[in-house]
Structures are given as C-alpha cells and as structure tokens.
C-alpha cells in the first residue's frame, strides 16, 4: 500500500504540474571513491536504445543498475546484458519505486515521449543522457530552459554522437576564428526519410488492430493523444507518424544544424520560417520532400548581414554548386552542412570530411592553420566522466541542444502551412503573424498521467 501511495502521489504531482525537487533529498547521492554511476535504461533496444546502454555501460566506472521499457521483449533482450538490474514497463514506476537506486537516466524512446521522461528525470535530480531531437514540441524546449536553468548540476547530454569526429570540431573552429570571414547564409540537407525500415514511405495507413502481447500500447502512446494500434508503426516506423515523430527534418536536424549553431553564439532564437512541400500533413502522417528557410536576426562583426538564413532540406535537396561558386561535380556527402562567408565556403559531411573553397581552389579542411589538437573522445563516455565529476569536453549538452533542436522543429512544424512566412516569437511562444499556426502547432494537449512535471 505504500509503494501504491507513494507512486499515486508522484503521477498526481506531475499532473498537476508540481515541481517535485523537494522529493529529490538535496540533489544527487555524494559519492565515495569506486563508487559507479548507476544509469537507468528507458529504452533498452530499438534503434539506438541498445548501443546508448551499452557504450554507458563499456565506461569503467558506469553499471545499468535499470531497464525500463514497453516493450516486453526488448526487455528480455536487455536483461540477458544486466541480469541484476531490476525491470520495468512504466517509466513512472521507475521514478517512483526505485528513485533511490539510480544516478542517471539514458533516454532513447520515440520523440513525443522525450520531453514528459527527461523533465521527469530532472525533477528527481538525475543526470540525463537524451537521445535526439531534445523535445517534439516547441513548448516543450522553453519547459526545457527552465528546468536547466533550475538544475544547472545536473549533466546531460544529447545523442550527437558524430560530434567527436575531429572534422566537425574542427569546422567550428574555423568559423569561430574567423578564417573566412563574415559569414552571410548557410545551407544544410539530408537524404532522409531514404528507407522504408526507418520510415513509411508511402504513408500507409493500416487499419486499427489489437496490439501484440508484448506491446503495452497505452504506455507507449504516453502523452500523445488516445489513438488505436496500427501495424507498422512501432517500434520502429514511428518516425513518419505527425503525432509521435519528426520526419527526415527533425531526424536529423541535430547532425547537421549543429556546427552552424556551435559556430556562432549570436544565432539563439530564429524570428521566421517558411517551409515548402508538396502538401500539408495530415494528421497522421508527414510530408516530404520539403525545402525550409530558418532566419535569425543578428547584430555582430562575424556577418554580413543583420540577418542570417539557414536553408535546411531533406530528400537529397542539395544546393547548386554553381550558384556558390563551386565547380561542376556531386557533393562528397548527402548529409552535410555548408556555410558561405565574404572570403570562401565551407562544407562538412555528416561524417566529418571538411573541405574549404576560396577562389576556386580547395583546402583539406583538417590542413587549414592554427587549428588545434582534436584528441580523440568517447561520446557516451563523456557524459559518464562529467556526471562523476570529471570535467571532459562534452558535446553536446542539452543548453545547445535547445538551440539545435529549436530550428529543425520550426521546419517540421512549418509543413502545416506550405509556403507561409511564420514570424516567430520564443519569448511568447507564438507566431506573431498567424494565430493558427500558434494555436495548431506550438503545443500539445497531454494525456492524464503523462504531463511533463514543471522544474523550477
């Protein structure tokens, strides 16, 4: 009766919107030298739930003391890797009965649910490692700011695992330097949604069916919307689905928006967005391919202009080349970022090849001057290091996971109003010029039970 007490409490306090730090006895354990960090797994397997657990787990001085997940035989599969580790399907259960026997909490579930367990994991005092991107709603990244700015001791990471390839480091350092000079626009593309095992390419509507029986769909749903079970859509396929995932877009966005945020300090809340698509989406599914321009004002020596457009694609929609200045030829990566500058361009690929072009002629990214070492880095690592109080370069904490995550999401969420200029306001949260856009696209209702709780 007290453990049913207890959890009663915890899910009502989150309902309504209760901070809950007093439950969390003055902040994470103190710790004695030997003493490991013990991480809770809230997505054990799917598509990057295993290798987060298991790279956390690889770090010397780190043990998945938990599993939690939805899915009974993801857990299973989990359990065979942590047969000590105690086990459940609710995330809340987690917090509420066994808050006591976790530091930190990895966080690799579907986007809608990102938000309701990370700030969760934040009210309780647990460092956090969140897969991406950061949040699926734009409310959710201002609800996001707040609880870090109440919980600046808590370490967290985002999934950006390619930031430790030396080529992306040293883009930014190239940027920030200057070598290029003023910079003027800046385009990024993906090829994705590219594969029917990650996406619904066709956007397939099945009929409602019973879920399988090792599927709770109720907790998978979390706070989106009562909806029925379709083949399909879990746990995989989620993706293209408007209420749960974010497309090729949002996918993506943290792999190659990234470096340009990283790159400049003075790009921190985008005041437009205007994406084009075939068609708006419907209320199940995105639509691709889609071509967005993200615009920040800017008021700083490092550009051009006192304003600064990002021009993100998905499908393969690269730039021309020529129109750049580049000579004939294909783009070395279809994921990459490019940033055009007064004194040349610079393009990066997904994986890390770098290459600058001034006056026609190309320079191997990684032999441009006064770039320093780049040692090498243990993404997942890292994290683990900073929680035990290590001070190791970490990429990418959540406080510029916002700021990745904030235009991706404009993008996606744009695509319900093809071709609209929508002047934003973060501060307001609001699209100034479209009470409807403000209205459909900002926020979400949530389920009963599944409400982020407010930190701070």
Same mark, same amino acid.
């Given at each position: 009766?007290?453990?049913?007490?207890?959890?009663?409490?915890?899910?009502?306090?989150?309902?309504?919107?209760?901070?809950?730090?007093?439950?969390?006895?003055?902040?994470?354990?103190?710790?004695?030298?030997?003493?490991?960090?013990?991480?809770?797994?809230?997505?054990?397997?799917?598509?990057?739930?295993?290798?987060?657990?298991?790279?956390?787990?690889?770090?010397?001085?780190?043990?998945?003391?938990?599993?939690?997940?939805?899915?009974?035989?993801?857990?299973?599969?989990?359990?065979?890797?942590?047969?000590?580790?105690?086990?459940?399907?609710?995330?809340?259960?987690?917090?509420?009965?066994?808050?006591?026997?976790?530091? %930190?909490?990895?966080?690799?579930?579907?986007?809608?649910?990102?938000?309701?367990?990370?700030?969760?994991?934040?009210?309780?005092?647990?460092?956090?490692?969140?897969?991406?991107?950061?949040?699926?709603?734009?409310?959710?990244?201002?609800?996001?700011?707040?609880?870090?700015?109440?919980?600046?001791?808590?370490?967290?990471?985002?999934?950006?695992?390619?930031?430790?390839?030396?080529?992306?480091? %040293?883009?930014?350092?190239?940027?920030?330097?200057?070598?290029?000079?003023?910079?003027?626009?800046?385009?990024?593309?993906?090829?994705?949604?590219?594969?029917?095992?990650?996406?619904?390419?066709?956007?397939?509507?099945?009929?409602?069916?019973?879920?399988?029986?090792?599927?709770?769909?109720?907790?998978?749903?979390?706070?989106?919307?009562?909806?029925?079970?379709?083949?399909?859509?879990?746990?995989?396929?989620?993706?293209?689905?408007?209420?749960?995932?974010?497309?090729?877009?949002?996918?993506?966005?943290?792999?190659?928006?990234?470096?340009?945020?990283?790159?400049?300090?003075?790009?921190?809340?985008?005041?437009?967005?205007?994406?084009?698509?075939?068609?708006?989406?419907?209320?199940?599914?995105?639509?691709?391919?889609?071509?967005?321009?993200?615009?920040?004002?800017?008021?700083?020596?490092?550009?051009?202009?006192?304003?600064?457009?990002?021009?993100?694609?998905?499908?393969?929609?690269?730039?021309?080349?020529?129109?750049?200045?580049?000579?004939?030829?294909?783009?070395?990566?279809?994921?990459?970022?490019?940033?055009?500058?007064?004194?040349?361009?610079?393009?990066?690929?997904?994986?890390?090849?770098?290459?600058?072009?001034?006056?026609?002629?190309?320079?191997?990214?990684?032999?441009?001057?006064?770039?320093?070492?780049?040692?090498?880095?243990?993404?997942?690592?890292?994290?683990?290091?900073?929680?035990?109080?290590?001070?190791?370069?970490?990429?990418?904490?959540?406080?510029?996971?916002?700021?990745?995550?904030?235009?991706?999401?404009?993008?996606?969420?744009?695509?319900?109003?093809?071709?609209?200029?929508?002047?934003?306001?973060?501060?307001?949260?609001?699209?100034?010029?479209?009470?409807?856009?403000?209205?459909?696209?900002?926020?979400?209702?949530?389920?009963?039970?599944?409400?982020?709780?407010?930190?701070?």
């Amino acid at each position: 009766m007290e453990s049913y007490t207890r959890r009663h409490f915890l899910r009502s306090s989150a309902v309504a919107g209760v901070g809950l730090t007093a439950l969390a006895a003055g902040g994470p354990r103190r710790r004695t030298r030997g003493d490991k960090l013990r991480v809770l797994s809230i997505g054990v397997v799917g598509t990057i739930g295993g290798t987060d657990r298991k790279q956390v787990q690889s770090h010397p001085d780190a043990e998945i003391v938990g599993l939690c997940d939805v899915d009974a035989n993801q857990l299973e599969k989990a359990k065979a890797d942590h047969p000590t580790a105690f086990v459940c399907k609710d995330y809340r259960e987690a917090f509420a009965d066994h808050a006591d026997e976790f530091d %930190a909490v990895i966080v690799s579930v579907p986007d809608h649910s990102h938000a309701a367990i990370m700030l969760t994991a934040f009210a309780h005092d647990k460092h956090v490692y969140g897969q991406k991107p950061l949040v699926h709603q734009l409310e959710e990244l201002v609800m996001m700011e707040r609880a870090l700015a109440a919980k600046p001791h808590l370490v967290t990471q985002l999934g950006n695992q390619r930031m430790v390839f030396p080529g992306r480091r %040293a883009f930014v350092e190239i940027l920030r330097a200057g070598q290029l000079g003023k910079a003027i626009e800046a385009y990024a593309w993906v090829d994705s949604p590219n594969s029917r095992y990650y996406f619904n390419m066709d956007r397939e509507l099945k009929e409602p069916s019973s879920p399988p029986d090792n599927l709770d769909w109720n907790l998978w749903l979390g706070p989106a919307e009562d909806a029925p079970y379709r083949e399909g859509l879990c746990p995989i396929v989620w993706r293209s689905w408007w209420p749960y995932g974010t497309n090729g877009l949002g996918d993506w966005g943290c792999h190659v928006l990234d470096v340009i945020l990283f790159s400049y300090d003075e790009l921190d809340s985008p005041i437009a967005v205007q994406t084009f698509c075939p068609e708006p989406p419907n209320e199940y599914f995105h639509v691709h391919p889609c071509r967005s321009t993200v615009t920040y004002a800017v008021d700083s020596p490092n550009f051009a202009r006192k304003v600064f457009p990002i021009y993100y694609s998905d499908s393969n929609q690269a730039p021309s080349r020529a129109s750049l200045g580049l000579p004939a030829g294909d783009w070395f990566e279809k994921n990459s970022t490019l940033v055009v500058c007064e004194g040349g361009v610079i393009v990066l690929g997904a994986s890390g090849r770098i290459e600058v072009w001034r006056d026609g002629h190309m320079t191997e990214g990684l032999k441009m001057p006064y770039l320093p070492e780049f040692p090498a880095l243990n993404h997942w690592h890292a994290w683990v290091d900073n929680c035990l109080g290590k001070k190791t370069e970490l990429r990418t904490p959540f406080t510029q996971a916002v700021r990745i995550t904030e235009p991706a999401l404009l993008a996606v969420k744009a695509t319900r109003f093809p071709g609209v200029e929508l002047r934003w306001d973060k501060s307001q949260l609001a699209f100034t010029n479209h009470p409807e856009a403000t209205a459909t696209i900002v926020r979400r209702n949530y389920r009963d039970g599944f409400a982020p709780p407010r930190v701070g």
